[in-house]
Each structure stands twice: as C-alpha cells, then as structure tokens.
C-alpha cells in the first residue's frame, strides 16, 4: 500500500508539472496580453505596468520564477482584479463551489444508486422503463436547458426563489439540482449495468438458495461488487461538480470558481487562469488518489501495486 500510493504521489507531482508547463506556455502563445485590450494607454503608461508585473522578463525567467512561486504555493497577482491575488480569489470563491458542489455531488449519489438498484431488481418493469426514461433525459438534456428551465418555474413562475443574488443555502438548491441531472442519470444508468450483472452470478444465486432475504442478498452481498464502477467514476465527477460548472453559476449568478475562471479568460488573466487550471488539477489528482485507495478497501481483490 505504501509503495503503491508513493507511485501515485510522484505521478500525480509529475502530472501537475506538465499541466503547468503547458499551460504557462499556451497562455504566453496567444497573441497579446492581459492590458493589450486595454484602449487609451499610452506606451510608457503599458510599459510601466508590464515592468510593474514583471512580463517585459525573458521568457524562460518568467517560466522559473512562476514555478518557483508554485512550490510556494503562491499563484501570483490577478491582473484584472486590482489588489486581490490568486490564492485571495480562489479562497473566497471555491467554498461557494464547494457548497453548490457538494449538495449536487450527494443528490445525484442518493437518487443514482437507489434508483439503479431499483431498476436492475424491476427490471423491463414500469420501474425500470420509468427510471431509465429520467435517466436519458437526464444524460441528453444539456444543462443550461435545465438551468433556464429551473429558472422560468422557481422563480418567475412561481417566485418561489430568487436568483442572481448569492445569499447562501437557499439559493444553492438550484443550482445543485441543475449539477445533479447528469451525474444523478449516468449513476443510475452505472449501477443498473453493474447491478444486472452482479445478480447474474453464481453466488447470488446460492445466496438465495440459502433462503437470505433479498434485502440481505442486494445489500450485504450484490451492491459492495456493483457499487465499485461508481466509485472509480466518483474521482472525475467529483472534481468537475466541486470546482462549478460554468455555465450553471452564470445562470444562477453564483460567485464561485466557474464565473472567476470564466471571467479570467475573457479578461486574458494569465495568472488566475494558471492558477483555477493548477487548482483544478490538483483537486482531480487528488480525488483519484483517494478513490483508488477506497476501491482497495472496499474490493480486496483489488492488488493496490
């Protein structure tokens, strides 16, 4: 185990250095630069400001020097946000994601599993079709669809909520419910498959020929075996729903870590797209390492090596 997750460690430090490398380099590839939009500056006002930030630099020195700051855990100064640093931004953005994320991440984990257990035990019953119905649904319909639709009935039609204002918990519940529709249908769908086969096997069967109680057979016997596709798919979906969608806290007006990296972009905010980008990655590493681990205590047949 501890050779196997020292493996993992130095693969994923490895995995960050190339994420940063190549995304330090393709930001400096794109013509232009984050005040070069900027209209009625004087070129010794511009070239003030770039000796100010320091990108007059050599290329190679910039490259040093950010990577430096990185094993520093320093991200650097946001461009475009005057006064405020990288670290400053994600610190006060990333927990209105979390928040949003997390409430989405369990929504699509209670109604996913439950309805694929249902459905692989009903199964070609109106339980299944009804299930595997709202699970397409939920794969094909793209989320800003689901988004302004949430929208229209919540709160124009109804008034039951307000958006585009933050004001914590009670505005998260729509936007997590927009999160939750895909990865709620695709673990439906997961663990129906998973499920179906796991049922067919031998000692299910004898499981039951013992006279256990389904409850008992599904539960203590088939779900530890067809819960692990879930598992392996909780690394990715997890760090995709924690870190926001973008298009979803744009809708909703939700000051998380999508809208910075969004604005960042459009803005040509070097630094704060760096950093959301290394941030993002180091989360998605991370939470693979953690899954990787769970699925050897959850399956010990699994050889962690």
């Given at each position: ?191 129906r498959s998973s ?63 999508g809208t910075f ?42 050889k962690l090596h």
């Amino acid at each position: 185990m501890r050779k196997y997750i020292f493996q993992r460690i130095w693969t994923s430090l490895l995995t960050l250095f190339v994420v940063i490398t190549l995304t330090f380099f393709m930001m400096r590839a794109i013509p232009g630069g984050p005040f070069t939009g900027e209209k009625g500056i004087p070129p010794h006002i511009l070239a003030k400001i770039m000796e100010r930030y320091r990108l007059s630099d050599p290329l190679y020195v910039q490259y040093g020097r950010y990577l430096w700051n990185v094993l520093r855990f320093d991200l650097g100064p946001s461009y475009r946000y005057e006064g405020m640093t990288v670290n400053e931004i994600i610190r006060g953005s990333f927990p209105v994601s979390l928040m949003v994320g997390s409430l989405a991440l369990a929504l699509a984990l209670a109604v996913g599993i439950p309805a694929g257990i249902v459905s692989a035990l009903r199964r070609g019953r109106w339980q299944d079709r009804s299930a595997m119905v709202l699970a397409t649904l939920g794969i094909t319909i793209p989320n800003f669809v689901i988004a302004t639709t949430l929208v229209y009935l919540f709160a124009y039609r109804w008034g039951w909520v307000t958006v585009g204002f933050w004001e914590g918990l009670p505005t998260a519940v729509l936007p997590a419910l927009t999160l939750a529709g895909y990865p709620m249908a695709f673990i439906s769908r997961l663990t129906r498959s998973s499920m179906l086969e796991v049922i067919q096997q031998d000692y299910i069967r004898t499981a039951y020929s013992k006279g256990l109680r389904e409850r008992t057979v599904v539960y203590i016997h088939a779900l530890r075996n067809a819960i692990i596709p879930v598992i392996t798919y909780l690394g990715p979906l997890a760090a995709g729903i924690l870190t926001g969608s973008f298009v979803v806290e744009q809708v909703f007006g939700v000051p998380g870590l999508g809208t910075f990296f969004v604005t960042s972009i459009s803005n040509r905010d070097y630094t704060t797209i760096m950093g959301v980008t290394i941030f993002y990655s180091a989360l998605l590493v991370f939470l693979n390492l953690v899954v990787d681990i769970c699925l050897g205590f959850v399956d010990p047949r699994i050889k962690l090596h």
